[in-house]
């Protein structure tokens, strides 16, 4: 069994820099995709980044150039660095997980088997 927590979220004005990181524990076999998404209140989700196991990274045009997704096979972890951070930034941040017999390709990172519980980012004026 597969379990995410996420840490690092916090409150900061806009230009601003935070680093959200995903810790996992037990392991599922597989082809695999780890990814964030978030929500905002009253917004459906929105996949922000997602790595796949052939080294494929992907973004959202929304954070390209801003957010960097890297993962840390050593400690098992996933990070999401961000910078410049803006006021539609502010959402509920999870981290997910995807271990299947295929690619990953057609799922949306939102849509993942796994996640954690979430961490709020909040980006003010």
């Known amino acids: 069994q597969v379990q995410l927590a996420e840490s690092g979220g916090g409150a900061v004005q806009a230009g601003g820099s935070l680093r959200l990181s995903c810790a996992q524990s037990?392991?599922?076999?597989?082809?695999?995709?780890l990814g964030w998404f978030r929500q905002a209140p009253g917004n459906e989700p929105e996949d922000v980044a997602r790595?796949?196991?052939?080294?494929?990274?992907t973004y959202a045009d929304s954070v390209k150039g801003r957010f960097t997704i890297a993962k840390d096979n050593a400690k098992n972890a996933l990070a999401l660095q961000m910078v410049n951070l803006k006021p539609e930034d502010t959402a509920a941040y999870y981290c997910a997980a995807y271990y299947g017999g295929s690619s990953c390709l057609n799922v949306r990172t939102s849509s993942f088997p796994y996640r954690g519980q979430g961490t709020q980012v909040t980006v003010s004026v």
């Open positions: 790595f796949e196991v052939d080294g494929t990274i």
């Open positions: 037990g392991y599922a076999y597989g082809y695999y995709c």
